[in-house]
């Protein structure tokens, strides 16, 4: 068997040293990472290929491209998670992808967790009224401006792999959480300890919520002015999915009209925001680099992940990563 090695920057991150050396044993994997264009001027290099060990940075190639350079691929282990960029050509040629996106969902859930638990008991409102002094005379009577979290109504948007970890992690907080989502029953539902609920509803009676849908043509600008008008004058909106799913424009208004409203923004669109935009000056918007996926050594659990459904592809055994078209259609 032979493989290779594909991806951006990040290759050395999330496929440690060790590892590497263990794929190189047990599937053949050739040293060195390979970029699309040494493969388009030399086919011949990728022609034995059955599989391609990947990451973040992973090309896209034309269904042309995949028959010329890839006749005996068989699959693809992405040691990432969205393989939206990518992945349908592949699967049109009959190849298995295979992809670390429930390892990629773990960190983003527990970010989402604690920014959730902290807007609750108003943590970020708080940060910024005690640096004034005149404020933070008025600390006693703030304490009864957050319900904080026994009993809060906290509300997720989404319920894929992200959404379900979230729902998971927030069941020993003893919340009132509701989801709203197309693929999640109401029996579903209330095995995590949630109830069903339209967006609507959420957003107009949510103390916190947070977006978890997938990054599809159909979600793009899904959230505007209607539903951010709706939101509680001191309600927190977190965004942990896609950027491009918020009219930025019209929640910076909502925002401006609300100082007490919060939105946490791990994404943006475009990212990170144009020079200029309001988001960077907001007092009410807290920004960060997209760093709710995996970082640091969080990144080697994906490999991991991939190295372990290898040996379950390889032996024939039932897979538990397989991307198929159907997910494409709702995954992140």
Not at 309 to 324: I, L, M, N, S
Request: charged residues 20%.
């Amino acid at each position: 068997m032979k493989s290779i090695l594909m991806g951006g920057a990040s290759v050395p991150f999330v496929y440690p040293a060790e590892r590497l050396a263990v794929l190189q044993k047990e599937a053949g994997l050739l040293p060195g990472v390979l970029t699309k264009e040494q493969i388009l001027e030399n086919p011949a290099m990728t022609a034995d290929a059955v599989c391609i060990f990947s990451t973040w940075g992973m090309p896209k190639f034309t269904e042309e491209e995949i028959r010329l350079c890839f006749p005996k691929l068989k699959a693809i282990f992405y040691a990432a998670g969205t393989v939206q960029a990518f992945a349908w050509e592949f699967l049109n040629c009959g190849v298995q992808i295979f992809s670390a996106w429930a390892a990629n969902a773990v960190p983003v859930a527990e970010y989402t967790v604690a920014q959730i638990i902290l807007a609750n008991k108003g943590f970020f409102q708080a940060c910024r009224r005690e640096k004034d002094p005149e404020s933070r005379r008025g600390a006693k009577l703030y304490h009864g401006s957050f319900p904080g979290n026994y009993g809060c109504k906290v509300g997720l948007i989404g319920a894929g792999m992200i959404g379900k970890l979230v729902l998971e992690m927030l069941k020993p907080y003893r919340l009132d959480v509701y989801i709203s989502s197309t693929s999640m029953t109401e029996e579903q539902a209330a095995v995590y300890g949630a109830k069903k609920a339209t967006t609507r509803e959420i957003f107009a009676n949510c103390q916190t919520i947070s977006n978890h849908v997938a990054d599809l043509p159909a979600t793009k600008g899904m959230f505007g002015k209607e539903l951010f008008s709706l939101m509680k004058p001191n309600a927190t909106f977190i965004n942990t999915g896609r950027g491009a799913q918020v009219v930025e424009e019209d929640l910076i208004a909502v925002l401006k009209e609300n100082p007490d409203m919060t939105a946490i923004l791990d994404v943006t669109f475009p990212e990170p925001p144009v020079a200029g935009s309001d988001l960077y000056t907001l007092p009410n918007v807290f920004l960060t680099p997209h760093i709710a996926g995996s970082s640091g050594d969080e990144r080697q659990r994906m490999s991991a992940y991939m190295e372990d459904e290898f040996y379950r592809w390889r032996a024939g055994q039932p897979c538990k990563w397989e991307v198929t078209e159907k997910m494409l259609e709702t995954m992140a």
